[in-house]
């Protein structure tokens, strides 16, 4: 069976400063990971993903994450928020020798941003 | 681009209806998805489609049914809606393990 914690529901950031969002998963094999974020009454949009080639995986909009097996753990940062990347962020695990190769979430991390 | 359009954005239905949430995708994936949203459980998988009138229950199927009667189409059942079912319902598509895409989603109150 595979997992997703995110450690924090909520952060809360100033903008122009560093944004951490933690994850850690468990996962019977070799798993993909992807972090999702959805905007206000919008859909999910993947921010990045992982699928076994470098460790260190850039996404769009300056956010970058990084694979640590012996930590199970793929947290994403970016080096200095926005006002908009307020948004809600998802941590998703993939095991792809799993029926449906089906997707698991994390609970969510709400990101303020303030000014 | 690829597009995932739902049928509706806010839906107010009674206890006892039946319900259907209608997804379509313009990409041609064999592989749909129905989800529901709910405040710090993420996103849950309830059915998902691998192929035209096939389908697989995920993790909480109970109280909902699935049709795929064409490959770009995937409908969402209540059978009797009830108040536990008020949720946002986001549905997606994927070709074979790559990324998946999400629509809008559909907020569903179920008074």
């Known amino acids: 069976a595979q997992s ?3 450690l924090d529901s909520h952060v809360s950031v100033s903008e122009g400063t560093p944004v951490l969002l ?15 974020v959805q905007h ?19 996404g769009i909009n300056g956010f970058e994450a990084e694979f640590k097996k012996s930590e199970t753990s793929f947290h994403l940062t970016k080096p200095s928020a926005h006002m908009s990347d307020a948004a809600e962020y998802f941590c998703v695990v993939s095991d792809r020798r ?18 | 681009d690829v597009k995932v359009t739902q049928s509706s954005r806010y839906l107010v239905k009674r206890t ?24 710090g459980l993420g996103l849950r ?9 096939m389908k697989e229950k995920g993790d909480i199927p109970e109280g909902y049914s699935v049709s795929r009667e064409k490959k770009e189409r995937f409908s969402l059942i209540l059978e009797s809606a009830s108040t536990n079912q008020t949720s946002m319902y ?22």
């Open chain 1, 4 to 6: 997703v914690t995110q």
């Open chain 1, 22 to 36: 933690r994850c850690n998963y468990s996962s019977s094999y070799s798993p993909s990971l992807f972090w999702y």
């Open chain 1, 40 to 58: 206000p009454n919008k859909g999910l949009q993947l921010l990045l993903k992982y699928t076994s080639a470098a460790t260190l995986v850039k």
């Open chain 1, 98 to 115: 799993a029926a449906g190769n089906k997707l698991t979430f994390g609970g969510g991390t709400r990101v303020l941003v303030k000014p």
């Open chain 2, 16 to 39: 006892g209806e039946k319900v259907f949430l209608e997804c379509v995708q313009d990409m041609d994936h064999e592989n749909m998805f129905w989800y529901r949203q709910d405040p």
């Open chain 2, 45 to 53: 998988l309830i059915y998902f489609s691998y192929d035209v009138k």
């Open chain 2, 90 to 111: 986001l549905c997606a598509s994927r070709l074979g393990v790559e990324t998946q895409y999400f629509g809008p989603g559909t907020r569903l109150l179920v008074l």
